[in-house]
């Protein structure tokens, strides 16, 4: 990443995500209508009012050019019709790379610029300009701001943004995606049963290898697994240092990307060694979808229907989400983590919905059914659970089961598995107190409940 431009139409967020995407990366930021009005002596709207938009617009070229010509790297906010001219396209697009923000929701967009402190000469012309800012192939649809992490979500980011960075892939996605490999530094092996201290020795010993030092920073690339176990690497190697996060998977963009979680798993259970460590930045890019079989898929359709139920919106789950839909479904994570990001107000338990029988059919199955499937099993026998305790209707775990059940998912206990059979492991559970674990129980669109039981007693 040399230079990245970042356009739209006013209002769409530029600034914005502008300063914070510079901030994550550690480079500098540049605002060309702020390099205008220094070089004008004036605001914009005066610029306007007094010379008019063609002036405005020499100035803006002058502004670009400017721009262009800073040799460290940047991230530069265009103003709305910088790019209008072919000439100045022409040289942002010789200069580095321009990342066009969708505009929001017609609604949002007209109250955006209501409300914001610079005053928009021009107005709303998301709509005027839509063929032109269709013609930009690397988009940003949706963007989040969560404690010290840039949530983004888009198409063709991520080698815009973190080409020429450290990486840690794994061996499944370097045989999808090669032009990767000149940047890994750590190859993680695919599957659940290398997410285990052995595999952080590795990726330490990797690190010293490379010579990441302290003000160094490592990049994810993959799915859950190696998102975690580079998280957890990073929060330990010299004490802690940045990582930035690309899922690779559905069920990585909706779940494991974002909330600072970072671990690994041991023989007694799922993620018992682990810390809290944001990414600096998160870049989620649905070209990687492309790559994935219906079964992946599928995992990650899981995890957003139990994000639908938490948040209380009855969707049905597309076969491939596009950007918009992934960053509404993360939405509801990201909102919660706001609330109790150290999990410590209760609030955040409740994304682990379906959990305590998911995760514990996931390891009673060795790993031979993904997270996906064990989590869709998981929300299915905890809502039956709710019902038991008297605190959902009959019908719901079948209305439940049946969302499901139209991903593909499974949605029973596997064929000589029942909850008596898992208690043993569900005692290992990260959120046990003595005897008692909190199950977090799904009882309705967006009523979900975290309720202790005693497992030395009867299972409901």
Known sequence: MNRLFLYGPPASGKTTVGRALARALGVKFVDTDL??????????????????????RDAESRALAEACAIEEPCVVALGGGTLLRSANRELAEKSGAVICIDAPDEAELEARILAGEVVRPLGNKAKERAPHYASFPIRLSRFFLLDDSLVLAGEGLAQTIVGGEKLVTDEN????????????????PSGEEHKTPATILKMWSAF???????????????????????????????????????PTTLLSMVDASTGGKTGCD????????GAFHSPKLVVIDTDFLSTLPPEVMKCGLAEMIKHWAIGGKKEFARAVPDATEIAGNLSVKVEIVREDPFEKLGRRMLLNCGHT?????????????SHGEAVAIGCVA????????????????????????QAGLPVELPAGMSLESLRDIMRGDKKRAGSTVTFTLPCGWGDVRAVKIDLNGDLP
């Open 208 to 246: 010293a290898q490379a010579g990441l030092g302290r003000r160094d920073r490592v990049v994810a690339v993959g799915g859950g697994v190696t998102g975690d176990m580079t998280g957890f690497a990073a929060a330990t190697w010299m004490r802690g240092i940045d990582w930035i996060n690309v």
């Open 266 to 273: 041991l023989p007694e259970g799922k993620n018992l060694a």
């Open 173 to 188: 996605v370097l045989k999808l995606h090669p032009e990767l490999a000149h940047g890994t530094v750590f190859t993680m």
């Open 382 to 405: 905890e809502a039956r659970m709710a019902v038991r305790l008297g605190l959902a209707p009959t019908g719901w775990p079948e209305e439940f089961a049946a969302r499901f059940a």
């Open 357 to 369: 029988i998911g995760h514990a059919v996931e390891k009673a199955s060795g790993y031979r059914l």
């Open 35 to 56: 390099l205008v009005c220094q070089a004008e002596g004036c605001n914009i709207s005066e610029i306007f009012a007094t010379r008019g938009e063609e002036c405005f």
